[in-house]
């Protein structure tokens, strides 16, 4: 069960000088992942021509200057929508197409096949120009629909990635872990229509969900102080869930053409983490920040407090941690007594990403001594989402004004 607190009637605090607030680098990437056709190539390894050359289904496909491919010029591949398609989600046991292959084969009295016996190679054809810009029109005029309010304005990021977090020092570079995934063939088209034709405000310096928090902090601060919502934001990056003050966000996720969400977040004070499943964490306000202060964001942003240190805390010590805690104060203090524990020797010790290795291959890679006061800065900065151009909260800074009592 959802533990979040919306704002269930946040139309009456809507004005006809409100404006939706979005981030174009989200909305870009959705609408250009939908404007193309994803297909895995199938290659028998064994004996392709002969065996699957017969069985291949003639729906054309299109090359990337959208003229069909001749089938006679890939004689052992078929093509498919994903290898479940093709061979079922089971480990070892086949389905779906292959499955009726073999029942064939069987039949006819030869040896069925494996997956082993199959390469899968993921390719991708792009749709016209027009029809991306059709798809994020589209999701536009969606929450256009949603909310009554015309005007849409957001940020995108800057074509050179200028965030100061790449430059933060670290194991790996932050984000590279997204560097091997496959960017939208129509990605860099919608970009630059976003920016030139519906005047995306390019972000310099940090990201576009540091500029969403802003937008976000604001509105909550009206609301509370004018009653009406100037901003109405729409994100789904958690980052915007975990803040040291307050704000209004809305998820603009949908399945099956239906908002998951029908009301926006209301994200302040202390909080709270859950885990709705296993290895699954839930959270908004200030114990969010802290649960990623523990977890960090591996699978995503590509940092982590702990992973490659051999240090072991999962959701459920994350929650366990967390959950007793009933002030700010505390969570802090729960926080500062993790790393302590992880830490004893009070530093931290990596390879920094930006060291030798890479450039000279016959040096090792330099070895960065880290104090765990900083260690803590590093990972803050990571993952808190500025307030304000000339915010410089730190964790040292946070702790302090929570110490006090401020």
Known sequence: MSKFVYIEDWLQYIRPETQIVIDYDSFTYHAA????????????????????EKYIKHDPIYDVEGEIVDYDEIPCERRFKNKTTFYGGKKTE??????????????????????DDFSVQKVATPLPESIAIRNLESSLQSLRKLTGIDKIVG????????NF???????????????????PLNLKFLKGYARDVLK????????????????????????????????????????????????????????????????????????????PKP??????????????????????????????????????SIVNTLEPCKSAKECVEAVN????????????????????????????????????????EIIF??????????????WESLCNSLTKGV
């Open 33 to 52: 992942a939908a404007s193309q056709k994803d297909e895995v190539v199938i290659t028998n390894i064994k004996t392709g021509v002969e065996v699957l």
């Open 94 to 115: 086949v389905e779906n197409y292959l499955k009726t292959l073999n029942d064939e084969l069987v039949a006819e009295g030869k040896e069925p096949y494996t997956k």
């Open 155 to 162: 940020g995108i990021a800057a074509e050179v990635d200028t």
């Open 165 to 183: 977090r790449l430059d933060l020092k670290l194991p790996v570079k932050y984000k590279s872990c997204r560097d091997h995934l496959a960017r």
């Open 200 to 275: 995306a405000r390019v972000v310099n310096g940090m990201e576009v969900d540091d500029l969403i928090q802003m937008y976000g902090t604001k509105a909550y601060t009206t609301w509370k102080k004018e009653g009406w919502i100037p901003y109405l934001v729409f994100a789904e990056d958690k980052d915007n869930l975990s803040t040291i003050s307050s704000a209004i966000i809305f998820n603009p996720r949908r399945e099956g053409g239906k908002y998951l969400h029908d009301a926006p977040f209301l994200v302040e004070g202390l909080g709270e983490v859950w885990e």
């Open 279 to 316: 290895n699954t964490i839930k959270g908004y306000g200030f114990k969010h920040l802290c649960y990623q202060m523990l977890y960090g964001d591996p699978n995503t942003d590509g940092f982590s407090p702990t992973k490659g240190f051999g240090k072991s805390f999962g959701t459920k």
């Open 337 to 376: 007594k993790v790393y302590e524990e992880w830490f004893p020797d009070g530093e931290v010790v990596f390879g920094d990403y930006k060291g030798l290795k890479g450039k000279l291959a016959d040096e090792d890679m330099k070895d960065e001594v880290v104090p765990l006061d900083e260690w803590k």
């Open 381 to 394: 900065q990571c993952l808190y989402m500025k307030r304000s151009f000339k915010d410089k909260t730190t």
